[in-house]
Nanobody
Framework: VQLQASGGGLVQAGGSLRLSCAAP????????MGWFRQAPGKEREFVAA????????YYLDSVKGRFTISRDNVKNTVYLQMNSLKPEDTAVYYC?????????????????WGQGTLVTVSS
């Protein structure tokens, strides 16, 4: 199953982007969802997670108050609203579908991954 992430791009520091994640032909019903990112030369890191049906969220400390994860269970789409972007947010962002309904910050608990979308924040 291939998830499709979109919405990345080039933005100036302080700007905003909204990432979207969908899986044509597949439903996210019953599964937690997450966003991860990988900056050049660094390991992939957890960014945000949301449970099923979407009443609980969890964030990386450095993005708290700036990023918001949400889900539209009718559209089978997960979003990551990113505000007050900083150059250190530059990375390829990946969405992932968990094997469980609960949220998780551990990548091994996610079974399906998207191809990634590049976010570049200029100073």
């Amino acid at each position: 199953v291939q998830l499709q992430a979109s919405g990345g791009g080039l933005v100036q520091a302080g700007g905003s982007l909204r990432l979207s994640c969908a899986a044509p032909g597949r439903t996210f019903t019953g599964y937690g969802m997450g966003w991860f990112r990988q900056a050049p030369g660094k390991e992939r890191e957890f960014v945000a997670a949301i449970n099923w049906p979407g009443d609980s969220t969890y964030y990386l400390d450095s993005v708290k108050g700036r990023f918001t994860i949400s889900r539209d269970n009718v559209k089978n789409t997960v979003y990551l609203q990113m505000n007050s972007l900083k150059p250190e947010d530059t990375a390829v962002y990946y969405c992932a579908s968990s094997a469980f309904a609960t949220l998780s910050r551990y990548s091994f608990q996610y079974q399906y991954w998207g191809q990634g979308t590049l976010v570049t924040v200029s100073s």
